[in-house]
């Protein structure tokens, strides 16, 4: 038997050719090389290994692997659940306070561009928002609100512009004012002006516009009916469950249009004026805190130069009960870099150490960094800014790309900020636990931010990953194999003999073990049994 095996294996190894060797390490390398190109792009494009995966999800339980849907894996199940719960939490998306408008500032980038900046995602969650915000359950008895509420889930943008007109026009064909006494026909226009549609004006001023002023005077517009649809709804409000929720959608409305008038006098120029609507309107509805008006303040401020108000805003919203955001974190690290930044040194700072108020900043920045790591690199300028979303993830890549587009500026303006943000924001990462099972000064950095920022911010930009996704085993062996592969083939082809002495000295090798079992299998079986087998 161990003649028969080894004589075809011995004749089949002289029988090769150079040739072979070639175009078997060739082939090799071919399709490693492949399997390298596929596993790369699939990782860049969803964080994770495609054999990996498919290992996980398919191959382990046929091996026998624990199913996390069985019964007695529920405890793992509801820790599982619990942390999905809070993942999900974690991964709340937030309304941009400081989001751009559409017709006057995202169309004119596509206009020049060609590129849309805006994500299907983002629009459908802005939708959602207009809908949550500016409907209620009467809209349907009142015909141009009800024609409003079709333009808010209406997808194509001219259609929600023709919606918008044609709400206004209603109002306008309701009642005829020819003919009419002087008195009455006062009366008529002011209730026209009380009944128009101001959610109408605001899909104008938002989606129409092309420049600043011309969505100032559409809200400007929308602010007068507003008002009036306000004190009515304020004096019903409490005649029943539906005049209630009418007042709430008035409220809304109402706090929509005056922090947009306030943006529309920021970009204008008009500061002063823009800081004063946002104090008014934050003391007029000090419990509307969906709106986040106080960064739309501190912007402000910060442009002002107004650092001590400033101040005063952080001490009010810098709150441990208070949900944190990049706005509240940087700002305050920008105050505290003020007071040392302009004569910090590093070298000087390494020779005699830091001074507490050098030791406060460094401490107030690697806060910031911690809380969104991905905010220095805009602010030095080593990776290009966007556009931003319309919608932001706390601690993601979207939340850095609003706040560095806005406060670029105000780094700038204090001398020596961003070279001190430059010298110690790297220190942060030192003090982070890694793996991020636990935070430093927050709660462990949320791994669901790559995937919502993908889905927030347009496909042309690079989104920034924290941290740093190491390559996976199934990368790192094909791409060795490849190499590998690669090299012999090579070698194969510029020296064929040589290369083909050693293939043979290999295989030999690789059937040591085989020919040395299957002798002492010989010499232990009787020679009449291995007759009868080999006749078989």
Known sequence: LFGLLSFPVSMFL???????????????????????????????????????????????????????????????????????????????????????????EYNRYTWVTGREPLTYYDMNLSAQDHQTFFTCDTDHLRP??????????????????????EALELNDSKSKISNKPFHVLILILKLKLINRCATA???????????????????????????????????????????????????????????????????LGRTREAVKMMRDLMKEFPLLSMFNIHENLLEALLELQAYADVQAVLAKYDDISLPKSATICYTAALLKARAVS???????????????????AVEAIHRAVEFNPHVPKYLLEMKSLILPPEHILKRGDSEAIAYAFFHLQHWKRVEGALNLLHCTWEGTFRMIPYPLEKGHLFYPYPICTETADRELLPSFHEVSVYPKKELPFFILFTAGLCSFTAMLALLTHQFPELMGVFAKAFLSTLFAPLNFVMEKVESILPSSLWHQLTRI
């Open 14 to 104: 002289n029988t090769l050719t150079p040739k072979f060797y070639v175009a078997l390490t060739g082939t090799s390398s071919l399709i490693s090389g492949l399997i390298l190109i596929f596993e790369w792009w699939y990782f860049r494009k969803y964080g994770t290994s495609f054999i990996e995966q498919v290992s996980v999800s398919h191959l382990r339980p046929l091996l026998g692997g624990v199913d996390s849907n069985s019964p007695s894996n529920s405890n793992t199940s509801n820790g599982d659940t619990d942390s999905n719960r809070q993942s999900v939490s974690e991964c709340k998306v937030w309304r941009n306070p400081l989001n751009l408008f559409r017709g006057a």
């Open 144 to 165: 141009a609100d009800a024609i409003m509420q079709k333009a808010w889930r209406e997808r194509n943008p001219q259609a929600r512009i023709s919606a918008a007109h």
């Open 201 to 267: 004006y605001i899909l104008l001023a938002e989606e129409e516009a092309t420049t600043i002023v011309e969505a100032e005077k559409l809200f400007k517009q929308a602010l007068k009916a507003g008002e009036g649809c306000y004190r009515r709804s304020q004096q019903l409000q409490h005649h029943g469950s539906q005049y209630e929720a009418q007042h709430r959608r008035d409220t809304n409305v109402l706090v929509y249009i005056k922090r947009r008038l306030a943006m529309c006098a920021r970009k």
């Open 342 to 360: 302009d004569k910090f040194s590093p070298e000087a700072a390494s020779r005699r150490g830091l001074s507490t108020a050098e030791m406060n």
